[in-house]
């Protein structure tokens, strides 16, 4: 399928963003033109288990209402739960975001007092980030191909950085910052970013007119965004989109939201363009968080 097929064919969302069914022949170069037109993707029908979503979502709001989380306190590996006293402020914010997270790893610590719902999870949709690559891999034109150092699927071999991060945003109590949100304007890190629609809605990304714009997020919908990464290994054709994760309004203040993102990351040793390797840019983005933080 062409370039000029996929835009064709393509449906967009109001957001720009292409909704693509996983089973179409053409999805995999749907998909790609959807990421170089708005750094965003949408899948339906695809071969991540709804129910398995949803009995994570449970499990883990019992474990973050639960005193059994503070067990697992964040270490200097960087696995492990973070309270919202230590939850990051985005790059240029100037307030802590409104979330609690436990970061899980292939290596990593991982809480007795849940199933392994979330281990097999990380499994799956790891391999389907890996077929995602694949198909960016193809469908990316010659000429910003050549820039890669190796193939985008093979950046992931070997790699132990990847991190699926389990959050729960709080309900809102009222005695926020009327400054802070779920989730401050950002962009990813790393190459991919796989995340299942969330229990409630709230994401949103920034369009080329400057104009903040709902996401496509129907419970069941499998949601993949570019990350820095990617984009500097494509010279900027694919764009890390800037995304946040909105207060919500009305009933929905009284709502936990759950949000469980699997954030694909290469080995550190892979060369993503001229200035950087993935460890070398990685390690600037977490200083830079850091500083941040400090703040």
Do not use: C
């Amino acid at each position: 399928m062409t370039e000029f097929d996929a835009r064709r064919d393509a449906v967009p969302h109001e957001s720009g963003i292409i909704v693509v069914d996983y089973r179409d022949p053409n999805a995999p170069a749907l998909f790609a033109e959807s990421l170089r037109r708005t750094g965003f993707g949408v899948l339906t029908n695809h071969p991540i288990p709804q129910p398995l979503v949803e009995q994570i979502y449970s499990e883990w709001l019992g474990f973050f209402d639960s005193e059994a989380k503070h067990n697992y306190l964040v270490g200097e590996k960087h696995d492990g739960f973070f309270p919202p006293a230590k939850a990051e402020t985005a790059k240029g914010g100037k307030k802590r975001d409104l979330k609690e997270y436990f970061h899980i790893y292939s290596w990593g610590r991982y809480p007795d007092e849940v199933s392994d719902a979330a281990k097999r999870y990380f499994d799956l949709a790891h391999d389907l980030a890996e077929e995602l690559l694949t198909w960016v891999d193809d469908n990316t034109p010659a000429e910003v191909k050549a820039k890669f150092s190796v193939p985008l699927p093979e950046m992931m071999h070997g790699s132990e950085g990847t991190l699926f991060r389990i959050l729960r945003y709080p309900p809102l109590t009222g005695e926020e910052d009327p400054d802070a949100i779920r989730a401050a304007a950002h962009e990813d890190i790393n190459l991919l970013t796989i995340l299942p629609a969330a229990n409630e809605r709230g994401l949103q990304l920034l369009n080329g007119e400057g104009e903040w714009v709902d996401v496509p997020f129907d419970f069941g919908m499998l949601v993949i965004n570019v990350g820095d990464m990617l984009q500097e290994a494509s010279g900027g054709y694919y764009a890390s989109t800037t995304h946040r994760v909105i207060n919500p309004a009305g009933d929905s203040r009284f709502k936990s939201r759950v949000s469980i993102p699997l954030f694909l990351q290469p080995r550190p040793d892979v060369v993503l363009s001229e200035r950087y390797t993935a460890g070398s840019y990685l390690g600037e983005r977490l200083r830079e968080l850091a500083r941040n933080d400090k703040t």
